[in-house]
């Protein structure tokens, strides 16, 4: 490799470690690499792909660290290439309300879509945009946005009203939280609780 090559392959590294991004589309590399000829971005790719520089993840995916050090949510979510966060079955799992593993990270955004990437299995559920961006409940957690338990409740209860949890849920908190979102309200469930 020429000396120019050699510079030329250092700013660009450069480029991409000062995103602190970990993950970058095509498109992404196509800009910080400021290379328009599609041919030209393919045969760069390819060439740091080979020396180790960067790593395939998915197609149209990459990143500086293998695949298998990849945390499988920020994966997920970078996966997904739109707004999105962690919420319903997986949020709720792990704080007690879902006892059962259901095998899959769940996320809300403006699409409905099933995929597995590395071995790892996502859903994410379409929402409208209105609900979508409504920040309440919704804080980052370790680089990716993520629903407070009661977000993924109301959240899960907006897809699934009768959706059954194994731990009490503070019905009152949900239904002004339900409220504050816009978000249909569920009183038959309220109902139930009054009566347990």
């Given at each position: 490799?020429?000396?120019?090559?050699?510079?030329?392959?250092?700013?660009?590294?450069?480029?991409?470690?000062?995103?602190k991004s970990m993950f970058f589309h095509t498109a992404d590399l196509a800009l910080l690499f400021g290379i328009r000829?599609?041919?030209?971005?393919?045969?760069?790719?390819?060439?740091?792909?080979?020396?180790?520089?960067?790593?395939?993840?998915?197609?149209?995916?990459?990143?500086?660290?293998?695949?298998?050090?990849?945390?499988?949510?920020?994966?997920?979510?970078?996966?997904?290439?739109?707004?999105?966060?962690?919420?319903?079955?997986?949020?709720?799992?792990?704080?007690?309300?879902?006892?059962?593993?259901?095998?899959?990270?769940?996320?809300?955004?403006?699409?409905?879509?099933?995929?597995?990437?590395?071995?790892?299995?996502?859903?994410?559920?379409?929402?409208?945009?209105?609900?979508?961006?409504?920040?309440?409940?919704?804080?980052?957690?370790?680089?990716?946005?993520?629903?407070?338990?009661?977000?993924?409740?109301?959240?899960?209860?907006?897809?699934?009203?009768?959706?059954?949890?194994?731990?009490?849920?503070?019905?009152?908190?949900?239904?002004?939280?339900?409220?504050t979102i816009g978000y249909p309200l569920t009183p038959h469930r309220y109902v139930d609780s009054a009566r347990a």
């Amino acid at each position: 490799m020429s000396t120019l090559s050699k510079n030329v392959t250092a700013k660009r590294i450069a480029a991409l470690a000062a995103t602190k991004s970990m993950f970058f589309h095509t498109a992404d590399l196509a800009l910080l690499f400021g290379i328009r000829n599609p041919n030209t971005l393919r045969v760069t790719i390819s060439r740091y792909l080979q020396s180790g520089l960067l790593h395939r993840v998915h197609r149209g995916l990459y990143s500086f660290l293998p695949p298998q050090e990849l945390d499988p949510i920020l994966l997920g979510s970078a996966c997904l290439h739109r707004f999105s966060y962690l919420s319903t079955e997986t949020v709720l799992m792990r704080e007690g309300y879902i006892l059962q593993d259901i095998g899959t990270h769940t996320f809300v955004s403006s699409v409905s879509r099933r995929f597995s990437v590395l071995g790892q299995r996502y859903v994410s559920r379409r929402l409208q945009e209105r609900f979508l961006h409504h920040p309440a409940g919704i804080t980052w957690q370790n680089g990716v946005l993520t629903a407070s338990p009661l977000r993924a409740l109301a959240d899960l209860l907006f897809f699934d009203p009768w959706y059954h949890v194994d731990r009490p849920v503070p019905w009152g908190e949900l239904r002004h939280l339900q409220q504050t979102i816009g978000y249909p309200l569920t009183p038959h469930r309220y109902v139930d609780s009054a009566r347990a």
